[in-house]
């Protein structure tokens, strides 16, 4: 790639920086171990530690309450000097933007940069999950809110509107703020928005991913026959004895700058963005919540012609995978329809999900 031409890849985007916190997996080279070792991370809870969260003891006895989760260590730890804030600030703050804000400045340190020393507009894209520690953390306390007396300090450190937008506040960044939310797909569309956005000139460097984690920190759910959530608390996408998915806490941030910057300058390049697409599956589904194969197919071969790639050339994919009777065979379908387009029929193209760990 360092001999090419950079006029040559004017659509691709390099990934130079990546951070993240992970289930068993403190950053993305731990998370690389596990994955290469098959290491399951989910959680397995006793009915003390779930008592001590405070589940509800009835709960616990449900026959249908899965004690599992993909549990973030030290979820609850963040360094609110280093960033400016006071301890009581911090308290009033959501994880998912303590937690993103520090993966923020880890990324950017692992690309190599100083935001204050970068001369171009660095942009941020991200989103983050449903707010679990408003409610049942901060709201359930009334004295410590009574304490705090501004309400507007706890919206601010609560309200997914300022996800981004306290990234560049505090890291000084001056390119676009963007939140994203689109369910599942929130942190992957958010890389595709700043693909473009880079290519739109709009900035020079952008910070893209997301952030889940929801309180109590060990918690698990009910299962119910039919529901995207696995009965026994481990996920087995594309497997014969696939039951569903497992919810887990995690962030997840990486560094976007265009490849011919990116060369110029000398980065250290992990991968190549060549396209990108989004869509959306409209009313051709069966319900709300399910998958369309038509959808998903177009989508696929719009990013596979934007980026210029012979499918013949394709030799993995990193699937959705939620391990669901309906999903697995649909994502499947729409797969197969791209790839064996004009191909060699007998050539093989694996597949993978990382929520198998």
Excluded at 218 to 238: M, N, Q, T, V
Aim: aromatic share 8%; charged share 20%; net charge negative.
């Amino acid at each position: 790639m360092s001999n090419t031409n950079p006029s040559e890849h004017y659509n691709d985007v390099a990934i130079i920086g990546m951070s993240g916190r992970f289930p068993g997996a403190r950053n993305v080279d731990e998370l690389w171990q596990n994955l290469c070792n098959g290491v399951e991370s989910i959680s397995f809870f006793s009915r003390q530690e779930l008592e001590a969260s405070g589940i509800d003891p009835t709960l616990l006895d449900d026959p249908n309450y899965v004690r599992a989760k993909g549990v973030l260590g030290e979820a609850d730890l963040f360094d609110a000097p280093f960033f400016g804030y006071t301890p009581r600030e911090a308290q009033t703050m959501d994880p998912q933007q303590r937690l993103f804000l520090e993966c923020a400045w880890q990324a950017l340190e692992n690309a190599g940069y100083d935001a204050g020393g970068f001369e171009g507009r660095i942009g941020v894209y991200g989103g983050a999950g449903w707010n679990t520690y408003l409610l049942l953390n901060l709201f359930s306390n009334r004295d410590f809110v009574a304490s705090v007396g501004d309400l507007q300090t706890i919206g601010h450190g609560n309200d997914k509107d300022y996800l981004t937008t306290r990234v560049s506040y505090k890291l000084n960044l001056t390119g676009p703020s963007i939140n994203i939310q689109t369910a599942c797909s929130t942190s992957l569309v958010a890389v595709c928005v700043a693909y473009q956005s880079l290519l739109n000139g709009e900035c020079d460097m952008a910070l893209a991913g997301g952030a889940f984690v929801t309180v109590p920190l060990k918690a698990g759910y009910l299962y119910y026959e039919g529901s995207i959530l696995s009965p026994d608390g481990h996920c087995r996408a594309f497997d014969a004895k696939a039951g569903g998915t497992v919810f887990g806490d995690g962030v997840g941030i990486v560094i976007l700058k265009r490849l011919a910057d990116a060369l110029a300058d000398g980065d250290h390049i992990h991968a190549v963005i060549r396209g990108s697409a989004v869509n959306n599956d409209g009313s051709s589904k069966v319900s709300y919540t399910a998958p369309s194969v038509k959808m998903q197919a177009e989508v696929i071969a719009e990013a596979i012609e934007v980026a210029g790639v012979d499918t013949n050339s394709v030799t993995y994919v990193e699937t959705h995978g939620t391990g669901t009777a309906m999903g697995d065979p649909i994502e499947l379908d729409g797969l197969s329809k791209v790839l064996r387009r004009g191909s060699d029929k007998k050539k093989s193209c694996a597949i993978g999900s990382v929520k198998t760990n």
